[in-house]
């Protein structure tokens, strides 16, 4: 903002004059408070992330997902049982059983 004080001078110390000059100066002006109002929307997106991670994060402890292993000293089990639970489901090799019913 301190460029925003110094504006008309500098605007006058290039040469502008009359009109050229009230325009570069709310054009300026319009670009600052355009972005003072992008900068408040990242601000408030920011807090949003911020709140949703902390709620991922306290969700993964709460159903034992954390790397460190389960909440609460559980047994071995409990982890392995969560680990796998992230793991891909292997898919069955649905076509031979297929053809050897229908084939039947």
Same mark, same amino acid.
Do not use: R
């Given at each position: 903002m301190e460029f925003h004080e110094n504006l008309h001078d500098l605007a006058v110390k290039e040469g502008l004059k009359g009109r050229k000059l009230h325009k =570069?100066? +709310?054009s300026?002006?319009?670009n600052i408070t355009i972005?003072?109002?992008q900068a408040d929307l990242l601000k408030h997106a920011r807090s949003e992330v911020q709140e949703n991670l902390k709620q991922i994060h306290y969700s =993964?402890?709460?159903c034992n997902l954390?790397?460190?292993g389960a909440v609460g000293g559980s047994s071995g089990s409990t982890?392995?049982?969560s680990r796998r639970s992230? +793991? =891909?489901i292997p898919e069955k090799a649905v076509g031979e059983e297929e053809l050897t019913d229908e084939e039947n």
């Open positions: =570069a100066v +709310e300026f002006t319009w972005l003072k109002g =993964a402890l709460t954390s790397k460190g982890d392995s049982k992230l +793991e =891909a």
